[in-house]
């Protein structure tokens, strides 16, 4: 492939597919939203679009975490702390710019400031009324917390399901911190209320369509980012990680490191996908940072198929349409039918919906798998080190 | 007392316990450099233990460990004692199973080893002209692009061989190379050391005797963590306690 050979070995002809579908409905799926008459069978009605948007932003969540768990093995059952931390920092953002035009009417202070009788902007909040500075504060708190979180922890060498376990506890340390009033979030009901961002109203349907263009934007970004990552040498060292940890470091390897970069990454990617979404549903709250969440995309991520970057994406479309269906049929079922699932897949589906396609296609094709040069994207085989 | 100076591996007095138990004690080795030794002994004598001591996996209790004359190898960990020079095939065989032979290889390669360096790493002429004469020497140039997971044993051992030839290291520490081989393989592998020992300081720990033989080098006889008999093998094999150690098991 003359496109592989150029941008590198991640972007295996899977990739450039979904790149290039994820692209086209970025642009298609907006334009005929907001050009099409609704008559049209092509229109995609705007509570659609609303809840593509949404998933696209949680596709980049599950993209972001199948680097990490996919091709270094750290299953993080925290990777909906950067999300929410990506998320707060635009909900800043998207509260100073309601101004004067909040309940209270105060140009300086969020409504739930004044509530609380604050008489000044704490100084975390400073800086926020600027977008470029948020945009800095999205991929920087959710960067620099995974940054200080990796160096501790993989440099005692915490792996496996300790590593898992602290990684929770982190969620759930900030799930308590920001419900808390004094901690100047607003509390449990989080930041909503947002008027507009960039000055365009919020709730407009060209904002609406161009927030799911920019969703749209980010997720092939990180597809892209991602292939690169994995098609390099580094990408090779990290299934090496992943593998047989100890044998790289007795190659001169320093795994520690290998894996804080791929966290880093990871946790700056999982940022810009809540910075995304928080202005697509209009609110952000501590709820995000629950321990659920992040074990959900986890679910997404294995339905998918980790290790594939590409089936994540299609785990997390998936998995998150099935959870709408759900919740508007039978809400009371979602969990146990999610639950069901994550057993299900993990028995049957060891590497997911795209590990199955391709067990079927190579089966069909009758290629000889024993000398079959897979991808560097193979799925994890578990071989502990020595 | 023996000098350091033009040792490649200078080992005195070391101890080191398991929860009380000495797995090493006061274990004192050297190695010339250029030198090949083979070091047998009975299961449990603490052969691997002494190569995760110098390869820096266990830290001593006490005592020296000089690599090269006066590095301190104490004061290194695992990854910084690897690119001193120091290679390390294990008892059990570890490769990359979800890689090709190729990339195994190429991991290891001697080079720069930061996360930057490997994520802007190309593929160079001399990289593949190295890794072919390397997969050429431990005869597996014929499965270059065959996943390390669908090796024989012996394959994954030479592929480990060659990994560690692939590291250039100034000395390598062999653990077991012929475990689970046939006897054709094991003659090729007694070939193939003291090919590799001709330009390396070596070390081999095995059971097989009669692979010990074909090296044809010094014997170390360890046991209960200290060395027991050194010498040619057949004095070593002589030795009244030796003969007792293997038969008393
Ligand atoms: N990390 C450890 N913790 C506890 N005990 C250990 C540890 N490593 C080694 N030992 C013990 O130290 C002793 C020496 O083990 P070692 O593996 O070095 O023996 P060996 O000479 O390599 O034997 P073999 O020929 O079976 O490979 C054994 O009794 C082993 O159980
Ligand atoms: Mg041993």
């Known amino acids: ?386 | 007392m023996t000098t350091k100076a033009g040792t490649i591996l200078y080992l005195n007095g070391v101890s080191v316990s398991f929860d009380g138990f000495r797995a090493i004690n006061d274990l004192s080795l050297v190695l010339d450099k250029g030198e090949m030794r083979a070091i047998i002994g009975p299961n449990g004598a603490g052969k691997t233990t002494m190569m995760d001591i110098i390869t820096g996996k266990t830290r001593p209790d006490k005592g020296e460990v000089f690599f090269d004359g006066n590095i301190d190898l104490t004061r290194h960990d695992e990854p910084g004692i690897a690119n001193l020079g120091i290679g390390r095939k294990f008892q059990k065989p570890t490769v990359f199973e979800s890689h090709t032979v190729e990339d195994n290889i190429r991991l290891s390669l001697k080079g720069e080893r930061s996360v930057f360096a490997a994520l802007f790493a190309k593929n160079s002429v001399a990289d593949d002209r190295r890794i072919t004469e390397i997969l050429e020497t431990v005869r597996l140039d014929g499965r270059r692009d065959a996943l390390a997971a669908n090796l024989s044993h012996g394959q994954k051992q030479w592929l480990e061989i060659g990994m560690l030839l692939a590291q250039d290291p100034k000395l390598l520490l062999v653990d077991e190379p012929v475990a689970g081989m046939t006897d054709a393989e094991t003659a090729e592998t007694a070939r193939l050391l003291k090919d590799i020992a001709r330009e390396h300081s070596v070390i081999v720990v095995e059971h097989d005797m009669h692979f010990v033989r074909e090296l044809d080098v010094k014997v170390t006889c360890l046991h209960e963590g200290s060395v027991l008999a050194e010498g040619p093998l057949d004095h070593v094999a002589a030795d009244q306690r030796v003969v007792e150690v293997y038969l008393g098991r």
């Open chain 1, 1 to 386: 492939m003359i496109t592989q050979r150029v941008f590198g070995a991640g972007f295996t002809p899977r990739v450039q597919l979904a790149l290039a579908l994820i692209l086209l409905g970025g642009v298609l799926v907006p334009l005929s939203n907001l050009l099409l008459a609704p008559s049209n069978p092509l229109h995609v009605p705007s509570y659609a679009l609303a809840l593509f948007g949404k998933y696209l932003c949680y596709a980049l969540l599950a993209l972001s975490l199948d680097l990490v768990w996919g091709y270094v093995g750290i299953l993080s059952l925290g990777h909906g702390a950067f999300f929410a931390l990506g998320g707060y920092a635009m909900g800043m953002y998207l509260m100073r710019q309601i101004g004067a035009r909040g309940v209270y009417a105060n140009p300086e202070l969020p409504d739930f400031m004044v509530f609380l009788n604050w008489s000044e902007l704490p100084w975390f909040w400073l800086g926020f009324d600027r977008f470029w500075f948020a945009c800095l504060m999205v991929l920087l708190v959710p960067g620099l917390l995974a940054f200080v979180f990796g160096w501790f922890a993989f440099r005692s060498r915490v792996t496996g399901v300790y590593l898992s376990i602290i990684t929770q506890a982190m969620t759930y340390a900030l799930l308590l911190a920001f419900f808390r009033n004094d901690m100047g979030f607003g509390g449990n009901n989080g930041l909503t209320d947002f008027k507009d961002i960039l000055g365009f109203p919020v709730q407009a349907a060209g904002t609406r369509g161009a927030l799911f263009a920019a969703s749209a934007l980010a997720l092939a970004v990180g597809v892209a980012v991602c292939a690169a990552i994995v098609g390099s040498q580094y990408g090779k060292l990290m299934i090496a990680v992943r593998d047989a940890e100890s044998r790289t470091r007795f190659l001169g390897w320093r795994p520690e490191n290998v894996k804080l970069f791929a966290f880093t990454v990871s946790a700056v990617m999982a940022g810009i996908a809540g910075a995304l979404y928080v202005p697509q549903v209009g609110i952000i709250n501590p709820g995000e940072f629950a321990p659920a969440n992040s074990i959900e995309v986890v679910v997404w991520t294995a339905v998918g198929g980790r290790g594939t970057i590409v089936g994540p994406i299609i785990g997390a479309l998936l998995v998150n349409s099935a959870k709408s269906w759900f919740t508007g049929a039978l809400p009371d079922f979602w969990l146990f039918a999610l639950g069901g699932l994550f057993v299900f897949v993990t028995l049957f589906m060891p590497k997911g919906i795209l590990g199955l396609w391709d067990q079927w296609q190579n089966r069909t094709m009758r290629k000889k798998p024993a000398d079959d040069p897979i991808e560097p994207s193979t799925a994890p085989l578990p071989q502990p080190a020595e």
